[in-house]
């Protein structure tokens, strides 16, 4: 591969990873409409918005239907960040719906 | 959290700060496990967080002072009294008596002061002094002849208050009012000033952190005043022969952490005239605004101080000096 054709190729490669980032944020945002919405649940039911076994067991998923190249506990940190996220909006739909 | 803690321990601190309203990010390491906790810290004590099972240290990331915060006001500070800038290009000197002992004392020694380049007087009306048998100052009379001195010879005037009851006759005479060393914590008196409209020296504490003092500014701060120009005056340590350790490493410090304007005061850092020198030039070199400098024209016969007060021919060799020092570090005298 000469420098002309391995920098096509990069722009080929970064034009796909955009389009996955695309889609990754598309389903981060599904995953938490989802979140909200179980958010506002627990407020009405008065449950707490902190499930540790829940967050165990997704955690647990990911890790384990990782197939590669990242690795399991490279998922499960991933994993973690999109807990922290939707931990807090489920906080703030669960307070908002105590409130209306 | 400590190295291989159970999950339930972990869990136990996180339920507890979300309980409390916080958000959490978890990063769980191949010992350690960190919680990143999000919100407004300063509400709670971090070390209740310490006695949690499974918890090995609780770390502030962010700083308890905001409003004297260089992350709250990117731009440097400048202080402006009756036309003197502190904080801006030029280097301002503030030189004066310790303590205001009679007219032609204070008035000698303003004249020679002004003549060599001070932009604004010193002197003391109101002494805290170690001991209560020495002279405790002239009071509003000491007052009247500082801003008599300083309209008759164009200075700025600058002024220790010591307690609430003296700020309103202060705000007649003085453009500066003063908070001693002893008085940095006296949180009463600093929230008074955060009320008045006029700029305030805050002296370091002789045994204060920076982050301390930058908490003193805050009080100040808190209560609408902004207009604070820190003086490091040297701290309290196992050295003898000094009067305190003057802390020039203070000067850079203070500098990165918050945009409110620096000077040092070489007089009571190191309470020896001969040591007074050197210390201001390394202080201009270091980057501080200004200076606070006692000078006595007859430093053998003063009341107070004597021996830590410079000839007024010493001030004006100490300006020349730093004329030459100044251009090198950017700024101007």
């Known amino acids: 591969m000469d420098r002309i054709e391995a920098e096509g190729e990069l722009t080929r490669l970064r034009d796909a990873i955009d389009r996955v980032d695309e889609v990754i944020v598309r389903l981060l945002n599904q995953r938490a409409r989802y979140a909200i919405q179980a958010g506002e649940i627990k407020g009405h039911l008065n449950l707490p918005i902190y499930a540790p076994e829940r967050e165990k067991e997704v955690l647990w998923r990911a890790e384990q239907s990782s197939e590669g190249p990242l690795e399991g506990t490279a998922m499960r940190r991933l994993f973690e960040r999109i807990i922290d996220e939707s931990r807090r909006v489920e906080r703030e739909a669960a307070s908002e719906g105590v409130k209306s | ?333």
């Not at chain 2, 979300?18 to 978890?26: E, N, S």
């Not at chain 2, 906790?37 to 709670?44: P, Y």
């Not at chain 2, 609430?164 to 003085?174: A, C, G, P």
């Open chain 2, 1 to 333: 959290m400590q190295k291989h803690t159970s999950d339930e321990n972990t869990e136990r601190v996180v339920a507890e700060l979300i309980q409390r309203g916080f958000d959490v990010h978890r990063s769980t390491g191949s010992d350690h496990t960190v919680l990143g906790v999000v919100g407004n810290v300063e509400t709670i004590d971090m070390r209740e967080f310490e006695l949690f099972d499974g918890v090995q240290e609780v770390v502030r990331v962010s700083e308890p002072f905001k409003l004297s915060s260089r992350t709250w006001r990117r731009e440097n500070t400048v202080v402006t009294a009756r036309g003197v800038k502190v904080g801006g290009e030029a280097v301002v000197m503030m030189a004066g008596p310790c303590t205001i002992e009679n007219e032609k004392q204070l008035f000698e020694t303003a004249r020679r002061v002004a003549r060599a380049g001070a932009k604004v007087l010193r002197g003391g009306a109101y002494k805290p002094r170690t001991s209560p048998y020495a002279f405790q100052g002239m009071g509003v009379e000491g007052l009247k002849l500082l801003r008599a001195a300083g309209d008759e010879f164009n200075l700025a005037t600058v002024s220790e208050v010591m307690e609430i009851s003296q700020i309103e006759k202060m705000l007649e005479y003085v453009d500066i009012l003063q908070v001693g060393a002893r008085n940095m914590q006296n949180f009463n008196l600093l929230t008074a000033l955060g009320q008045v409209r006029r700029p305030i020296l805050l002296k370091r504490g002789m045994s204060a952190t920076i982050q301390e003092w930058l908490l003193a500014a805050e009080y100040i701060m808190s209560g609408g005043n902004y207009e604070i120009i820190l003086c490091e005056r040297g701290i309290r340590t196992f050295e003898t022969a000094t009067r305190n350790t003057l802390d020039i490493s203070a000067i850079p410090v203070i500098q990165k952490l918050s945009h409110l304007p620096i000077i040092a005061d070489p007089s009571h850092a190191t309470g020896r005239r001969d040591k007074v020198m050197p210390m201001a030039r390394a202080i201009v070199a270091a980057g501080g605004d200004g200076l606070l400098i006692e000078v006595h024209h007859d430093p053998d016969k003063a009341l107070c101080d004597g021996p830590q007060s410079l000839f007024p021919d010493q001030f004006a060799r100490l300006m020349d000096e730093l004329r030459i020092i100044v251009p090198a570090v950017g700024r101007t005298i």
